[in-house]
């Protein structure tokens, strides 16, 4: 008996529809997905077309503040996501990582706090061993769901210094910084320096969180004390704080190379804290997909470098 026929047909989707449906989520602009993608406008509305076939369903429609998804299209995206990783998986990583013939793009990402000298070191570094590949760097806050992205492929790595790393992920230390207390070079405490009491009647710079579940090691050291700081200005970017200090009377608490960092470039002074903060740390933060990878290995052992270098 003949073996039975297998009717061959071709797949509705492909690499490129997946990479198509991914960004125009992400975007919500068939504009900006083309110049992302170095696309014309009219291939990725042709593609949106196949995708909506494909799908039966709108995937994005138009409302007064642009295009939205629809709620097929956001059950969608983590499934595409996930397929998207494990053919770049298949596709980039070959058993030895050369990373000066690598096309691959890493996804970092990371918070503010970190002083932008890091941040410049590392992508000059990664311009020299890497000069095909490609980095992305995204911001990080208290709404996004880093753990998710971290998951899902959206991120490869994350920095932060959570006082308790999450769970299920593994890390490595970066730095390793002492907490030190930033002011203008005029203010009246900058000589003398600041003690106990100073401290808790001066008025405070603080951040906005940027984590909903845990403190961050400053809030969480004052209120194992029981101390209260008077917190006059709260400002949603650790980079903008510094810049309020320069004719104010104001403190700000902070890491060391952060503030070290400001002062060189602002008239600024760095005292010592008068409270004993433990150490604030810093972590490269990475999913179990990536562990085994020779290329997020690279990437792993890039960051861990300038991350002694800054201390």
């Known amino acids: 008996m003949d073996e039975p026929m297998i009717q061959r047909r071709k797949d509705p989707l492909d690499t490129y529809l997946l990479r198509v449906l991914c960004l125009l989520l992400d975007e919500r602009s068939v504009s900006r997905t083309a110049i992302r993608m170095h696309q014309s406008q009219p291939a990725v509305s042709a593609a949106l077309k196949k995708l909506r076939d494909t799908f039966g369903d709108a995937l994005l429609v138009r ?9 097929r299209a956001l059950q969608l995206l983590p499934h595409a996501r996930r397929a998207l990783a494990e053919i770049d998986k298949l596709i980039n990583e070959p058993v030895e990582f050369d990373p000066f013939a690598s096309q ?35 911001s990080l806050g208290p709404d996004y769901d880093f753990e998710t992205a971290l998951a899902e492929g959206e991120l490869d790595v994350v920095i932060g210094n959570w006082p308790e790393p999450p769970e299920r992920m593994h890390l490595s230390m970066l730095l390793e ?59 949603q970017s650790f980079n903008l704080a ?70």
């Open 63 to 71: 409302e007064k503040s642009g295009m939205v998804p629809t709620e």
């Open 104 to 138: 691959q793009a890493f996804r970092l990402g990371a918070p503010d706090y970190l002083a932008p000298v890091f941040m410049a070191r590392v992508v000059e570094r990664f311009r020299q061993e890497a000069p095909l590949a490609r980095l992305t760097i995204h």
């Open 177 to 235: 910084d002492d907490i030190v207390c930033l002011v203008s070079s005029r203010h009246p405490l900058a000589r003398k320096g600041l003690t106990y009491d100073d401290y808790l009647a001066a008025r405070h710079v603080v951040p906005m969180p940027y984590s909903r579940s845990q403190r961050g090691v400053i809030d969480s050291c004052l209120a194992s004390l029981r101390v209260e700081r008077r917190e006059t200005v709260e400002v």
């Open 242 to 311: 510094p810049y309020l200090l320069q004719d104010s009377d104001l403190v700000f608490t902070t890491s060391r190379h952060f503030a070290r960092f400001y002062a060189n470039l602002l008239p600024l002074t760095i005292l010592p804290s008068p409270i004993d903060f433990p150490p604030m740390r810093f972590y490269q933060l990475w999913h179990d997909r990536t562990h085994h990878s020779p290329a997020h290995r690279w990437l792993h052992r890039l960051l861990g470098e300038f991350g002694h270098q800054v201390q």
